[in-house]
């Protein structure tokens, strides 16, 4: 119980030092960067753990990289400062930066979560699929209309479980995998052409 009230003490803590501004600029925190480091940044920097923060006099020398590899964020200062605090967090923790998993009880994520778990224009998708313990499971995806897509499924100790370029057909895909540590996932997309993905279904399988 007393460790419930600290939890909280500290969340309505940090609320109460995010600015105003920053909220109606961006009511999520961290939401967009993340998706956008992880796929797109993640290219070079995932598993980058140096153990050292980048100096602060750096920032501004990173600036110009980082819209460089996402020419979005040249207007948009609170995206730059995210990630690059997403890239020092990554090099002092060596894990992916911490967001919510919200995965749903029966594994069957709708168009409504799945539209925020996306970068809009890219449409590359980083979506935390959550824990599971060993065994075979089916990953489906339903899509917007056919396409080449690249996917990954990474552990959150940046092991690959899948790597792989697909072509879907009949707008669907269905991938087996299999899982042999209990730990966190991730799935990470890479259409060839932005596509939605409209619906994505993970399931037990018994088949070897
Ligand atoms: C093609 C590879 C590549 C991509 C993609 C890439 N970077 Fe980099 N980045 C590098 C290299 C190489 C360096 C310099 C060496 C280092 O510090 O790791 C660097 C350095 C940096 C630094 C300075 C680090 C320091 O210690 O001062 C930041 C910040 C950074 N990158 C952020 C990003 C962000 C954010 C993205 C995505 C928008 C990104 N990078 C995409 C290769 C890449």
């Not at 040249?74 to 995206?79: D, I, N, Q, T, V």
Request: hydrophobic share 35%; proline share 6%; net charge negative.
């Amino acid at each position: 119980m007393e460790k419930c009230y600290l939890i909280w003490t500290l969340c309505l803590f940090s609320l109460a030092l995010i600015p105003g501004e920053a909220l109606s600029i961006e009511d999520e925190p961290f939401r967009e960067s993340v998706i956008i480091f992880n796929t797109i940044c993640a290219k070079c920097h995932e598993a980058q753990c140096s153990g050292r923060l980048s100096f602060s006099n750096s920032y501004q020398a990173s600036i110009d990289h980082i819209v460089r590899h996402y020419d979005s964020a040249s207007e948009k200062k609170w995206l730059q400062k995210e990630l690059f605090t997403i890239l020092n967090h990554m090099k002092e923790k060596c894990a992916y930066y911490p967001v919510p998993l919200n995965v749903p009880p029966n594994r069957i994520w709708g168009t409504e979560t799945l539209e925020k778990k996306t970068t809009l224009r890219e449409r590359n998708y980083f979506i935390p699929i959550g824990p599971f313990t060993p065994g075979h499971y089916n990953l489906e995806i339903e899509l917007a209309k056919d396409a080449k897509i690249t996917m990954h499924i990474i552990s959150e100790t940046f092991e690959l479980v899948i790597e792989d370029c697909y072509q879907t057909s009949g707008q669907r895909l269905v991938i087996p995998f299999f899982i042999e540590e209990t730990e966190n996932y991730y799935l990470r997309v890479y259409p060839r052409i932005p596509v939605q993905i409209t619906q994505l279904a993970i399931s037990t399988t018994t088949q070897k």
